[in-house]
């Protein structure tokens, strides 16, 4: 069976996963000590801001998940978990195995190690401080992907009515804001070493303003598919204008990101929905030709598993300690990573893919 016979794709979405994944990994690329010495104030700046990629990937989500819940005919909670848990847990699952076991060998086995072990199995684990990222630095978001596929089941009732569908969806970006708000007032800038607002902020309920408007973009485009050529392109622009002035506005605002109100309380919601719109008009536009040529729709196929297995590799690689160019172990680093991606999609994710499943039902 060809894999690629799994499911129809949109290249054009799936270039979008592959810019998300490709933002996280320059992130965490140049955020290592070796790297960050080597580029200069503006390439740093460029990269770091990267890490919003993780933005892009809730939108995303919440445009897939939405698509299946107001789609389908009649939605049961448990084939819909059973398929989120088949679509998330086999790469994952791997992952934490092997990132586990390099822990530990480096480390001394402990209560809150093997706590910390049963809470990412369960999908707990970023609920508790210090336990999201301990094994591997990309898990956390995990810990509130899956809280959302969860919390989504009490607000489909209302999604899958069309007079409740945006009242539902500016209900969710408003809790989301004003949670956000209540982490600015109430949790010092310096708790918890500075990182408490971005700990409890980032939690599930701080990041449900990202995932509703993906539900969104979804909608609208739908709405989209009809619309002229130039109304698509208007889309386009609004799209591109929205996202460019939320990123201009962190640019100037990144050294005082958690002091500065507007910044810690609103602009995720100003960067999701420039994500939503450019998601919106991806979906209702056709493919160009020239897409596939610049590997971002394989990136995108295969992103999953690239965002898992990035961060250990670019640790275990250790490159600040080989006696090589900097570029050159870069680029050693993007081949083992696009190679190891590979294989985890293709000997592990799907096989489990849900659709597979469905398709032979």
């Not at 698509?232 to 005082?256: D, E, F, P, Q, R």
Request: proline residues 4%.
């Amino acid at each position: 069976m060809k894999s690629a016979s799994i499911a129809p794709r949109l290249q054009n979405l799936d270039a979008v996963r592959g810019i998300a994944v490709l933002m996280v990994f320059a992130y965490h690329v140049a955020m290592d000590a070796v790297t960050s010495a080597a580029l200069s104030g503006v390439f740093w700046r460029l990269a770091s801001i990267g890490g919003f990629g993780v933005d892009l990937f809730y939108v995303l989500s919440g445009f897939f998940i939405t698509k299946i819940i107001v789609s389908a005919a009649d939605l049961n909670p448990i084939p819909f978990i059973k398929a989120r848990c088949r679509r998330i847990y086999p790469a994952y699952i791997a992952c934490l195995v092997v990132t586990f076991f390099i822990y530990v060998e480096q480390h001394e086995v402990s209560r809150q190690v093997m706590l910390a072990a049963a809470l990412h199995i369960v999908m707990l684990h970023n609920i508790f401080p210090g336990t999201g990222g301990i094994f591997n630095g990309v898990f956390w978001t995990l810990g509130v992907e899956f809280p959302y596929y969860l919390l989504i089941l009490i607000a489909a009732p209302f999604l899958r009515q069309k007079n409740y569908f945006w009242p539902t969806t500016i209900f969710l970006v408003l809790l989301a804001i004003l949670f956000r708000a209540a982490v600015f007032i109430f949790i010092p800038l310096d708790a918890m070493a500075g990182l408490g607002r971005f700990f409890v902020s980032t939690q599930v309920l701080g990041a449900l303003d990202a995932f509703a408007i993906g539900g969104a973009a979804y909608t609208l485009s739908q709405y989209a598919r009809r619309w002229s050529f130039g109304r698509k392109a208007a889309l386009w622009l609004v799209s591109m204008g929205i996202t460019l002035t939320a990123y201009t506005h962190l640019w100037h605002h990144a050294g005082n990101y958690w002091s500065e109100p507007l910044t810690a309380i609103a602009w995720r919601t100003w960067l999701a929905t420039g994500f939503g719109c450019v998601i919106a008009a991806s979906a209702c536009s056709a493919s160009p030709r020239w897409l596939r040529f610049t590997g971002l729709p394989w990136v995108g196929k295969v992103s999953f598993s690239f965002y898992l297995w990035h961060y250990p590799l670019l640790k275990s690689l250790a490159h600040g300690h080989l006696a090589t160019p900097l570029l050159a172990q870069v680029l050693v680093l993007v081949l083992v990573v696009c190679v190891t991606s590979w294989l985890s999609w293709r000997f592990i994710e799907i096989r489990f893919h849900p659709l597979r499943h469905a398709a032979s039902a």
